[in-house]
T-cell receptor, first 112, second 113 residues
Framework: GQNIDQPTEMTATEGAIVQINCTYQTSGFNGLFWYQQHAGEAPTFLSYNVLDGLEEKGRFSSFLSRSKGYSYLLLKELQMKDSASYLCAVLILTGGGNKLTFGTGTQLKVEL | GAGVSQSPSNKVTEKGKDVELRCDPISGHTALYWYRQSLGQGLEFLIYFQGNSAPDKSGLPSDRFSAERTGGSVSTLTIQRTQQEDSAVYLC???????????FGQGTRLTVV
């Protein structure tokens, strides 16, 4: 089976930096995605890591360590609109292709 | 279409009735997923279609749930004899290939009364 863990909630201040961690235990690991989901809306893609290291995209960066089963999403210069749920999702290689499995998500609240 | 389309957007049904939820993926996308999300919870995997391969049905919670994908495009999720615990938002997503980013529809909010 697979296990994907994230903190349930985090709070941060506008303008600050926040790091959201994700740990996973799974066989057939084939990559890790981060998605953002605002309340009442569909998830939207943020980042994808398949090799170890840091991927940077504007204010958002994502890091992966395959040997440690660990990833984080780093959000810089936080804005109020960044208040949302952040979902870590692992791509698992199966006989029929790649299956995308989500963690329970981290609810981020950005305060003034 | 420009994105993943799901219908209906909202469905209220009586306990014991059958419901069908529809997903129109982005044209040309070979992978299609169904997820279920209860209020304040994460995405629960239900079923995954990849091209012409047999679907991965490992997430379907009971034999009341079934799904098909016709012609490698439109998919229908059917829930028979609905129960109150089936109430949730049902999300469909598609991706160009199985290892590329998934695009989500707006979901169908199912309420069983």
């Amino acid at each position: 089976g697979q296990n994907i863990d994230q903190p349930t909630e985090m709070t941060a201040t506008e303008g600050a930096i926040v790091q959201i961690n994700c740990t996973y235990q799974t066989s057939g690991f084939n990559g890790l995605f981060w998605y953002q989901q605002h309340a009442g809306e569909a998830p939207t893609f943020l980042s994808y890591n398949v090799l170890d290291g840091l991927e940077e995209k504007g204010r958002f960066s994502s890091f992966l360590s395959r040997s440690k089963g660990y990833s984080y999403l780093l959000l810089k210069e936080l804005q109020m609109k960044d208040s949302a749920s952040y979902l870590c999702a692992v791509l698992i290689l199966t006989g029929g292709g790649n299956k995308l499995t989500f963690g329970t998500g981290t609810q981020l609240k950005v305060e003034l | 279409g420009a994105g993943v389309s799901q219908s209906p957007s909202n469905k209220v049904t009586e306990k014991g009735k059958d419901v069908e939820l529809r997903c129109d993926p982005i044209s040309g996308h070979t992978a299609l997923y169904w997820y279920r999300q209860s209020l304040g919870q994460g995405l629960e995997f239900l079923i995954y279609f990849q091209g012409n391969s047999a679907p991965d049905k490992s997430g379907l919670p009971s034999d009341r749930f079934s799904a098909e994908r016709t012609g490698g495009s439109v998919s229908t999720l059917t829930i028979q004899r609905t129960q109150q615990e089936d109430s949730a938002v049902y999300l469909c997503a598609s991706s160009l290939v199985s290892y590329s980013e998934a695009f989500f529809g707006q979901g169908t909010r199912l309420t069983v009364v």
